[in-house]
């Protein structure tokens, strides 16, 4: 493994440890790809951005916490899941295009809120929202975002969704909501499952000694960490109190009042239980993201694709339920879609396109994801989201309930 560290362009990231992270990486590249069109899948772009993105950052993209249970049970539990395929379906075309509160979107692959991204390449979210725009992808734009709302919007050519960390302030919460209004988002994507602290973000932390520069020049202090970041330019933040992070004080009495304050759509991400869904339904929630953040909130949780069935179950089709952490394949939207989301969002798969080759790597991403899904959706026989049968995804060990796709709500 030693001699499979590199050193270039300021990276000195394992590289080919990087896919070990992600798992599921089969053959991988014999060497790194030279263009966004060389790629076979979406890994192929992972070891790409080990190489250009400084370490430091690089960490930040890839790691989980603690010692990473989660991040791995993302993966593994699709090893649980195999496909029934439906032969002589006559199924030439599929239209995978699905609505959104009142929205159609081309596909149901949506990209999943990341802070940050100018770490992982200087045109960042622009960049992002350029591909998402132009391939027609729902992009869903972070609170800590190194761009502003109202620069996403225009890059991506209309209203994106917006994802808050509220804060324990209910005025900075406020400011941020009445802002991704006045830009024209019409969903907000409250992120739940870090409002009480992470876990370590060890690889992060080990990453940062790997990397040479001078990190004090951009991040001149922990306390300047929002005041830096677009969306709190104009805001007081000074009501923010660091001990409670995005708002550990935070109950469903908050996400009532949200609710109730705003015209947007309530979307709540970070769900993973049926209980926890039915809350979210009492408490004014729109829709659900079946979640646990890539891995980087709590440690030693369940695999998302293996909590999604229960919370759809408990959503019984009265709200949509998207769905993300650790979907890489076409066959993995395809499980996420059969077992009942509505939409399958994307994290760290994009990220990598765009540490790798910017808006044409995230842009490659998206087609890859895409073209694999149509090719599982026609061996199944389903020409449209609602042909997918559930019976086309079945567990290895005959165990447990998959419930029936409800119609989005
Ligand atoms: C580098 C990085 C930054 C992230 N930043 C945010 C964020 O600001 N807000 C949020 O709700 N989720 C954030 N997430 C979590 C993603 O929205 C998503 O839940 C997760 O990446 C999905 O898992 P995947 O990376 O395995 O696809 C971040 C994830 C990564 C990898």
Request: glycine share 10%; proline share 6%.
């Amino acid at each position: 493994m030693a001699d499979a560290v590199e050193a270039i362009a300021g990276g000195a990231w394992p590289v080919a440890a990087a896919s070990g992270t992600a798992g599921c990486q089969t053959a991988p590249a014999p060497q790194p790809i030279g263009s966004a069109g060389a790629a076979q899948n979406v890994f192929d772009f992972e070891a790409v951005a080990a190489r250009n993105v400084p370490p430091a950052h690089f960490g930040f993209l890839q790691t989980g916490v603690d010692g990473e249970a989660t991040l791995r049970a993302n993966r593994t539990a699709f090893d649980d899941l195999y496909l029934n395929p439906r032969v002589l379906s006559g199924t030439a075309r599929v239209d995978m295009s699905t609505e959104l509160f009142g929205e159609r979107w081309k596909t149901p692959i949506v990209l999943a809120p990341a802070g940050s991204q100018r770490a992982f390449h200087p045109e960042g979210e622009i960049a992002t929202a350029r591909a998402a725009g132009n391939q027609d992808n729902l992009q869903i734009l972070s609170t800590v975002s190194t761009t502003s709302v109202e620069d996403v919007v225009a890059a991506y050519g209309g209203p994106v969704w917006y994802q808050l960390y509220p804060t324990a302030s209910w005025d900075i919460a406020v400011a941020l909501v009445a802002r991704a209004e006045a830009s024209g988002c019409r969903v907000l994507v409250l992120t739940v499952d870090s409002l009480g602290g992470e876990g370590t973000k060890e690889t992060q932390a080990r990453a940062r000694s790997l990397d040479a520069r001078n990190c004090s020049a951009c991040h001149p202090s922990p306390d300047a960490y929002l005041a830096r970041k677009p969306m709190f330019h104009g805001v007081d933040v000074s009501a923010a109190d660091p001990a409670l992070g995005w708002g550990a004080n935070l109950d469903w009495e908050f996400v009532r009042r949200l609710s109730a304050h705003t015209s947007m759509k309530l979307v709540i991400k970070g769900v993973v239980t049926a209980p926890d869904a039915e809350r979210c339904l009492e408490n004014g929630a729109d829709g659900i993201v079946v979640s646990n953040h890539g891995g980087r909130a709590v440690e030693t949780g369940r695999g998302a694709i293996a909590c999604l069935p229960a919370v759809v179950d408990a959503v019984s089709g009265q709200v949509p339920v998207l769905v993300d952490s650790g979907f890489r394949r076409g066959t993995d939207i395809y499980k996420g879609l059969a077992l009942g989301a509505s939409a399958v969002c994307v994290g760290r798969p994009y990220l990598w396109g765009l540490g790798a080759f910017g808006q044409p790597g995230v842009e490659s991403v998206l087609t890859l994801l895409r073209a694999e899904l149509e090719v599982v959706m026609r061996q199944m026989g389903a020409a449209t989201l609602a042909d997918i049968a559930p019976s086309s995804v079945r567990r290895h060990d005959g165990a447990g309930h998959i419930p029936a796709r409800p119609a989005p709500g």
